[in-house]
Structures are given as C-alpha cells and as structure tokens.
C-alpha cells in the first residue's frame, strides 16, 4: 500500500463518489494509510450530500470542506457508463441526444464543476493533488474501434478540462497538481458488464493502491496530464 510520503505533513483527503466501488476502495486505503485527517467522503447520500450534476450542492460540500484542514489530495471517483436508458453506442445509428446530456452532465460537467469549487481549497504552496477518474476510451489517439460515443466524448471533455485547469491552478498554486487518472478494468457496476477474456481486471481495492501509487509519484512537472493506473502517459 503506499505510504503517500511525497505530501507535506498535516491537511485532509475528499473523495467525491465514495460510494462506488473504487470510490470506497480509496477512502478505505487512504484510512489505512492515515498520511491525511479527516479522511471525507462525498457522495449523494453522504453529509453533506453531492450531487455532480447539482452545483448548489457542490458549493455547499465545498463551504463543508472549508472549514476542515486544507485538503491535500481531492480524488474525483465519479463517472456513468450505463444506466436506464443509457448504453455504449455500437454505432452513430444509436446516437441519442438525451443520452449524450446524460453522460456529459456527470463525465464532465459535474467534474468541471468541482475543479470551480474545491480547486481554490488547495495549499497553496507545498504538494496538493486533484485527480479525476478518466478512460483510456476518452483517447482520440488510442480510438480503434470507434463506437461508445457519448462516453468517449465526455471523457475527451473531460481530460480538456483538466488541462485547462491546471494551467490556470500552477498561477495560484506552482506545487499543486491536476491530472486526470485511467484506472484500468476494475470488478465494479460500472464496468462489469463490459468484462471480456483478456482482460486485466482488478479488484477494487488492487486499483486504488496502484492509482495512489501513481499519484504519489506525480510532482508539478506532471500537472495537466493523462496517466493510467501504471503511471504511463496516455495519449490524448
């Protein structure tokens, strides 16, 4: 498990979907390895509850947090694949304008609404890290099979986003860092059903050691990019 030793001493951790199955695998690695207090979970039945696609109660977990120590580690484990009335498109025939909102709304929308809201919470000086659960689909340069529209969309808005905002956090904050992170195939909801023989998949509890490890290792020269769970740069 890693220690998390590259971050100054003191501050807190948020993890914002602490109710899905990676989400809560990293806030129980981050309890265990106890670099942060408090350790906060975010998640719409949580308290105060958050909702990534209700910006009011994005500002007011974020009024919640500014009245813990600092954080120094926000993980954004949030993300929507399927759902009633949502599914990966096999071709542009299943184009479907609601769910393209859908999907937008909490792949990347609701993210960029957090970087808004809990970005300014950052130290500013010292290592302080915003990381944002991407996919290796979201890649434009890594797309060979085409499909998944919606998902591959958002989370290429996604990862735009992230590198918007860091260029504007390294004026505030030189130390800090903002990046987004693929997990891999992980044994969750989200991605169990698209499982195959083949893959590497992890549990949870696998993927959010290597995704803390990774983190560990990012300083600012990093900051605004697109790393997988190896801790290798994923192509745009």
Not at 18 to 23: K, L, R
Not at 89 to 114: C, H, M, Q, Y
Not at 125 to 132: I, Q, S
Request: charged fraction near 20%.
């Amino acid at each position: 498990m890693p220690t998390l030793t590259s971050f100054p001493s003191g501050g807190s951790a948020v993890i914002i979907g602490a109710t899905g199955g990676i989400g809560a695998a990293l806030a129980e690695a981050l309890d265990h390895a106890q670099t942060f207090t408090p350790v906060t979970r975010l998640s719409r039945r949580g308290e105060p509850a958050l909702d990534i696609t209700d910006e009011a109660s994005i500002e007011r977990a974020a009024e919640h947090l500014a009245r813990l120590p600092p954080p120094r580690l926000i993980l954004d484990a949030t993300g929507l694949l399927h759902g009633p009335g949502i599914s990966p498109e096999k071709s542009w025939r299943d184009i479907d304008p609601e769910a393209f909102a859908r999907s937008f709304a909490v792949n990347a929308t609701g993210p960029a609404l957090l970087m808004k809201h809990l970005l300014p919470l950052l130290p500013r000086t010292g290592k302080a890290v915003f990381a944002t659960l991407s996919a290796r689909v979201g890649s434009i340069g890594d797309n060979r099979l085409g499909g998944w529209y919606a998902y591959r969309a958002s989370k290429a808005a996604l990862n735009q986003f992230v590198h918007s905002a860091a260029i504007e956090l390294k004026r505030r904050a030189p130390e800090a860092v903002c990046v987004a992170l693929h997990p891999g195939t992980v044994d969750t909801p989200l991605s169990g059903p698209f499982s195959r023989a083949g893959l590497d998949v992890q549990a949870p509890a696998t993927a959010a050691a290597r995704l803390l490890a990774v983190i560990d290792g990012l300083d600012a020269g990093r900051t605004g990019g697109f790393f997988d769970h190896r801790g290798d740069v994923v192509a745009w």
